[in-house]
Nanobody, 128 residues
């Protein structure tokens, strides 16, 4: 049974930092894509950052230069370092993993299709 468990969310003032973590377990086959997605109240879920099994990363324009996605394969853990947080970053953040994909899918269509296994989410709230 595939499980993705996020942690690290919380409340922070604008300009602050948070680091999210996602532990991935139970995947019978290696993943192709890992990523962070978020959903703010009243808005559609959107992709934030992705990383493929080769380590190639991609970011949405709204977080580029402020967020960094990384992985620790030894710990089966995905991270999202978030700096210079803004109130508009307030959302539920989800970890997502997908398999059997071409790697360019991770940095392209995956932002829209959002296929794969989901975590339960961790809330990030940024106040002014």
């Amino acid at each position: 049974q595939v499980q993705l468990v996020e942690s690290g969310g919380g409340s922070v003032q604008a300009g602050g930092s948070l680091t999210l973590a996602c532990v991935v377990s139970g995947m019978e086959y290696a993943y192709s894509c890992l990523g962070w997605f978020r959903q703010a109240p009243g808005k559609e879920r959107e992709g934030v950052a992705t990383i493929d099994a080769d380590g190639t990363t991609s970011y949405s324009d709204s977080v580029k230069g402020r967020f960094t996605i990384s992985q620790d394969n030894a710990k089966n853990t995905l991270y999202l370092q978030m700096n210079s947080l803004k109130p508009e970053d307030t959302a539920m953040y989800y970890c997502l993993a997908d398999q059997f994909r071409q790697y360019d899918y991770c940095s392209g269509s995956w932002y829209r299709t959002q296929t794969g296994f989901w975590g339960q989410g961790t809330q990030v709230t940024v106040s002014v």
